[in-house]
């Protein structure tokens, strides 16, 4: 078998053919830009981690001082995570609905960490936490709760931007992470190759990274590789 038969065989038709009607049923340009689609993701990892990390210690830091508490991610499972206002009468169900994400990630943290048979402490339960987690705390409900207190990590907001430009950008970030983390192509729009949807999320990054502090732009030197990456295609 060729490269490609190889390809098509061991990852499926379905997922090959849409490189393949890109490249105009060239097979060899059609590896090439599976493979080029791969290197984007790849090069993606560091930055979307890097990111991650930036977000949820800045969080953590916020709130720490909102709580007066090093341990809010545990004790508020007492707290807002279970406020009254994130309960609501849901007419398709026809019955009170009970908002429970942030709690019950917290609980499923706590759960996973006595699995590994380790203690719970709450650097452990932080870091057990997704994206979906901290985009959560800028939904209007939880956001609410928290007395605006999580845009409050951005020292260097655009007075035009508001929670819900940060809520919208976060909500990208993660679902483009999830096709990524997923093994899902990103350099399509429809049938076309088309890379402006990761550049827009790669500028998002920055931009939120910025607006958090300009000095994290340093953590980027020297891992980040998106452009080069997304420029070899062109």
């Known amino acids: 078998m060729n490269e490609y038969e190889i390809f098509k065989f061991f990852l499926s038709a379905p997922r090959i053919e849409r490189y393949l009607f890109a490249k105009d049923f060239d097979e060899e340009l059609c590896v090439k830009l599976y493979k080029s689609n791969l290197n984007i993701s790849k090069s993606f990892h560091p930055v979307l981690g890097i990111f991650e990390v930036?977000?949820?210690?800045e969080i953590d830091k916020v709130l720490q001082l909102y709580f007066n508490d090093d341990d809010w991610i545990i004790n508020q499972q007492n707290g807002f995570m279970i406020d009254p206002e994130l309960s609501y009468f849901d007419p398709y169900l026809g019955k009170i609905t009970h908002n429970r994400f942030i709690f019950n990630s917290v609980?499923?943290?706590?759960?996973?960490?006595?699995?590994k048979s380790i203690n719970i402490n709450s650097n452990r339960v932080l870091a057990e936490q997704s994206l979906s987690f901290w985009k959560e705390l800028f939904e209007k409900k939880y956001y609410k709760l928290l007395k605006g207190r999580p845009i409050q990590i951005f020292k260097n907001l655009p007075q035009n931007i508001s929670r819900v430009d940060i809520l919208n950008q976060l909500t990208k970030i993660r679902k483009f992470r999830n096709r990524i983390y997923h093994n899902e192509p990103i350099c399509f729009k429809g049938n076309e190759v088309d890379l402006k949807t990761p550049l827009n999320i790669y500028n998002s990054i920055l931009n939120l990274?910025?607006?958090?502090?300009?000095?994290?732009?340093?953590?980027?030197?020297g891992v980040d590789e998106v452009y080069a990456s997304i420029y070899k295609i062109y």
């Open 107 to 115: 609980e499923m943290s706590k759960i996973k960490i006595l699995k």
């Open 54 to 57: 930036v977000l949820r210690n």
């Open 209 to 221: 990274m910025k607006w958090i502090n300009p000095d994290t732009q340093i953590l980027l030197k």
